[in-house]
C-alpha cells in the first residue's frame, strides 16, 4: 500500500475521526487502539456523507480492563472476537486518506496513534490534506467559556447531551459542537457592540398601575430596550434642562415664518440655532 492524495473535484471532503485506546499503567507500555471511528463530510453542506466504526482487538489483551468504569466503555470482553488493526487498516486508510482531518485534540493524540498503528504493521500511514483540530481552533475562537474545553464540557455547555467515549458517537458530537460554536460567533460577529463582551442583565424600571380598590401602585418590572441605569449613564439631549418649553415655542415660531416659497430649506436653515 502506498500513500497517495486522491486527485478530486472541489473542495476535498472533511474526515472527523476518533480513537478509543487503553490507558498505559506501567512505563515502556504503549496506547493499544481499542475502536476507530470516523464521519465523512462535505465542507459545503456539513451534511454526513460517510460513516465507519469499528472495534480492534489490541495484540496485548490483558491491557484492556475486565470492567469499564463508564456505562458504555470498552471492555476486554468486547474486543475480544474483533480484527486486529492490521485486517482493518485498507479501511482505515481509505477513510483518512488525500482528506481534510478533523476531530478534538487530534493533533497531540489521535495522529499520533494513527501514525504509530501503521508503523507497527509496517505500512505506510495515512496522509491528510490538512488538519482541523478543534481543541485549539475553539480555544482560540470560542474562548473558555464552556469551561475547560474538554468535549463532555463543550456538548453540556450546549445541551447536547452526556459524551459517551465511543468512537462514532464523539466525532457526531465534535461536530454538532462546532456547528453551535460557529453559530454563536457568527451571530456575535453581526452585532459585536450587543452580543461580544459581557451581557448585561435587564434593567428594572419602576411602573404605576392602578388596583382593584382604585389606588395606584408601584411595581418593578424588566425591560430590555431600556438602557442601564448607572451613575455614569446620562442621556444626551440637544436642550438645557427646564427649557423644553421655550424651545418648543421658539420652533414654532420659524415654522411659521417658514410658510414661503421654501419652507424646508428655511428650517433647515434656522434649525441650528434652535438646537444650538
Known sequence: ??????????????VFFDLETTVPNRAGQR??????????????????????????????????ALRSGR???????AV????????????????????IWAGHNIQRFDCVRIKEAFAEIGRPAPVSVGIIDSLGLLTE???RRAGNMKMASLAAYFGLGQQKHRS??????????????????????SLPSILNGSWH????????????????TCREETSRKSPPTSLGYQRTV?????????????????LCKAQGSQPLNNFLKHSHSVLR
Do not use: W
Open 1 to 14: 500500500m502506498e500513500a497517495f492524495i486522491p486527485s478530486q473535484e472541489g473542495p476535498a471532503e472533511i
Open 141 to 143: 475562537k470560542f474562548g
Open 80 to 99: 475480544v472476537n474483533a480484527p486486529e488493526f492490521e485486517q482493518v487498516s485498507n479501511k482505515i486508510f481509505s477513510i483518512l486518506n488525500g482528506r
Open 71 to 77: 456505562s458504555d466503555g470498552i471492555t476486554r470482553g
Open 168 to 189: 462514532l458517537d464523539d466525532v457526531r458530537m465534535n461536530l454538532e459542537v462546532l456547528k453551535h460554536c460557529a453559530t454563536v460567533l457568527f451571530l456575535e460577529s
Open 201 to 216: 442583565s435587564p434593567t428594572t424600571i419602576t411602573t404605576r398601575s392602578r388596583s382593584s380598590t382604585g389606588k395606584l
Open 31 to 64: 496506547f493499544s487502539i481499542l475502536e476507530f471511528g470516523a464521519i465523512v463530510v462535505c465542507p459545503r453542506k456539513l451534511v454526513e456523507l460517510e460513516s465507519y466504526s469499528t472495534l480492534i482487538r489490541p495484540k496485548d489483551l490483558s491491557a484492556v
Open 238 to 254: 440637544p436642550y438645557t434642562r427646564g427649557s423644553l418649553g421655550k424651545m418648543t415655542e421658539r420652533v414654532k415660531n420659524l
